[in-house]
């Protein structure tokens, strides 16, 4: 398999799409491309990324393509087995679902006002009220989650798993913000960001070379 995904240190959909390849245990070759920069609109209408228009990340199995970190995770679920991204307990899988859908279709705001940035830190930023109401959902999400399937394990629904990766993301921005997070939240947050495949994404990112204005405050 080859998966195409935007900068590291940018692009939370890409992190979404690759931890599903690791997730999946099935070997997967992986290209970096600069989003926004210059050569992206030439490098966008290469056929490799032409059926997604643009978009990354977009998974290529032969000559099958899948795309958006949602069908990614769905797809290989399906490739390699439910159980290995989803809960097998009923009620487990339809919150984890439920959690995983809401997130690819909500918090508009917290999701525009603060972009994914890896290499930078804000401790005076001042989320809007619309914001505030995306994390403190988010928040409470992650708590029924944990009080009713998290157990022994760390993640969202003990061990790791297609909802902990859909919110991978945010935990980098609530650090990267600096959201001051109850202590069952930030336990979970030290989780995912003490996880091997996070730790090496954020290597990598730190490394990157590419600097996109669009992004910066």
């Known amino acids: ?23 999946s245990g099935i070997g ?3 290209e970096t491309v600069s989003l926004y920069g210059n050569g992206w609109e030439k490098r966008k209408a290469q056929k490799d990324l032409i059926p997604s228009n643009g978009k990354v990340p977009i ?4 000559d099958i393509v899948v795309w958006d970190s949602l069908a990614i995770i769905d797809w290989l679920a399906e490739k390699v087995g439910n159980d290995r991204f989803w809960p097998k307990d009923p009620s487990a899988n339809a919150m984890a679902r439920s959690l995983s859908a809401e997130m690819h279709s909500s918090f508009q705001a917290l999701r525009s006002e603060c972009p994914m940035n890896i290499k930078q830190h804000y401790n005076d ?3 809007s009220e619309a914001a ?3 994390a403190i959902r988010i928040v409470a999400l992650w708590a029924e989650a944990r009080s009713r399937f998290g157990g022994n394990g760390p993640y969202l629904f003990g061990t790791f798993s297609a909802a902990d990766i859909m919110y991978a ?3 980098s921005r609530f650090k990267t913000y600096g959201f001051v997070l109850p202590g069952f939240a930030q336990a979970y947050c030290d989780a995912i960001l003490e996880h091997s495949w996070i730790e090496n994404w954020y290597e990598d990112a730190l490394a990157e070379k590419w600097i996109l204005d669009r992004f910066k405050r």
């Open 132 to 134: 505030k109401q995306d």
């Open 59 to 62: 998974l290529w199995d032969k």
């Open 169 to 171: 993301p945010i935990v």
């Open 125 to 127: 930023f001042e989320p």
């Open 1 to 23: 398999m080859k998966l195409i995904i935007g900068n590291k240190n940018y692009s939370s959909w890409s992190l979404r799409g690759w931890l599903a390849c690791k997730q």
């Open 28 to 30: 997967f070759e992986e």
